[in-house]
């Protein structure tokens, strides 16, 4: 095996495996935009069960959008659509056998993943607002969303608990294999990239410090209004600067522990009818309204008046603020003290600012040329991307070489077990696939 193989099979065996089968989950499409044109028709039958030519259509779309297929390429579109079929029918094949087993996920853990579905749809858009946007301009809500799609996910959970059951729990990989397949391969196994062992202090542009004075000013305003007693839709309406503002300000549902932490810890406990002080996070001034509680709390319905702040403002103080901290530090004081005071990163923080060995590869392309030359206990100037203003020094540097058993232990008991999987769970879909029956239709008989 060379190192390319060894590089190609640690995607492969049980995690991808499993990954083919189970169904691909096309919740985009509710909220990608332009809709696929879908045919009518059945593309296979499953035991009692279907498979839509419409699905596996949907599913071309999708890859489409996401640049895995030219869909001018017609020999590449028929090539993918044959892939996908054979792998709506395995997925389909295990649904027969789990329900055939009594295989029933509990409704606690389907509507946990209904929720976590939605939420990565939702980390798709820059803002909670330009979701919000995007469903209204479709027509839809988080919860139609969430109910299109609970029936998806508990066919998914049933087939992961049979896969868990019948392939990975039989899944064994002694330490002797593992230390055979070093001896056997150690040449072909990926050298350690040369790297830079760092450590960093983040200030974000929507760090809360960031937020324009004015925009807290109007949102005291509003306050001061509906603790008087007006109408909290109306008063969004007319003033929010959120994209929901036309509905009112109505939000929809949401997991507290998924809120923006400052906004989570402001309407956590509140009954029905709670109402906010003005809550400041990166994003602007808010006040938020519960509208309805469920999950003992866990999850609430919210409305909410933004005012957002002056972008060029919040970038110009988070600015100043890096470039002070910077002076700080040549001025001597800590960096491991002042990161974990002012980082806008908590687990760096929490961690005195240490992200640990970064490959010079993995470097963002824009900090690279400023890092790479860095020597141990040199500063870097304050760096600019998207996300904010970084300063980072280096502790250590290392070059390319060979990884010592230690470190390629993880990496070669991960594709052992891959490779494990995939053998026993090809034995269970060849014994499983002779007890369902199974009938591709061709397009005249769709």
Do not use: C
């Amino acid at each position: 095996m060379s190192g390319n193989d060894f590089q190609r099979n640690r995607g492969r065996g049980a995690v991808a495996i499993v990954a083919l089968l189970l169904f691909s989950v096309t919740l985009s499409t509710h909220v990608a935009g332009e809709e696929p044109e879908l045919l009518d028709g059945i593309a296979a039958v499953v035991g009692e069960e279907i498979i839509l030519i419409s699905e596996v259509e949907e599913e071309l779309f999708l890859a489409s959008l996401r640049g895995r297929l030219d869909l001018g390429d017609t020999e590449a579109v028929e090539r993918y659509r044959a892939e996908i079929l054979d792998a709506l029918v395995e997925g389909k094949i295990l649904l027969a056998k789990a329900r055939a087993e009594g295989i029933r996920p509990e409704r606690e853990e389907i509507d946990s993943a209904v929720l976590r579905m939605v939420d990565e749809i939702r980390a798709r858009f820059p803002s909670e607002e330009a979701f919000q946007a995007q469903l209204e301009l479709e027509g839809t809500s988080v919860e139609e969303l969430e109910r299109g799609h609970r029936n998806k996910v508990e066919e998914q959970l049933a087939v992961r608990q049979l896969v868990d059951r019948s392939v990975r729990s039989r899944v064994n990989v002694d330490e002797r294999e593992v230390q055979q397949y070093w001896d056997e391969h150690r040449e072909e196994i990926p050298a350690v990239p040369a790297g830079l062992d760092l450590s960093h202090i983040r200030v974000d542009l929507r760090s809360g410090a960031a937020v324009d004075s004015a925009a807290i000013r109007r949102a005291e305003i509003v306050l001061g209004r509906l603790e008087a007693g007006e109408d909290f839709a109306t008063l969004a309406k007319v003033f929010s600067e959120g994209p929901a503002a036309a509905i009112g300000g109505e939000l929809g549902w949401f997991e507290i522990a998924d809120l923006d932490p400052v906004l989570s810890e402001a309407v956590r406990d509140r009954e029905p009818g709670g109402l906010t002080d003005v809550v400041v996070s990166g994003r602007g001034a808010h006040i938020l309204r519960v509208e309805d509680v469920r999950d003992e709390g866990r999850s609430m319905s919210l409305r909410q008046i933004v005012f957002l702040r002056d972008e060029e403002a919040a970038r110009s103080a988070a600015l100043a603020r890096a470039q002070d901290l910077r002076r700080r530090l040549e001025a001597g004081e800590d960096f491991a003290e002042l990161a974990r005071a002012e980082s806008d990163d908590p687990r760096a923080a929490e961690a005195a600012g240490h992200l640990g060995l970064v490959p010079l590869e993995a470097l963002p392309s824009e900090f690279r040329p400023r890092l790479e030359p860095l020597e141990p206990g040199e500063i870097s100037p304050v760096l600019e991307s998207p996300e904010g203003f970084f300063i980072f020094r280096a502790n250590a540097k290392e070059g390319e070489r060979k990884p010592t058993y230690k470190e390629a232990h993880d990496r070669i008991l991960s594709l052992l077990e891959q490779e494990k999987a995939a053998e026993i769970y090809r034995e269970f879909l060849g014994k499983i696939r002779s007890e369902v029956y199974v009938e591709i239709r061709t397009p005249e008989e769709s």
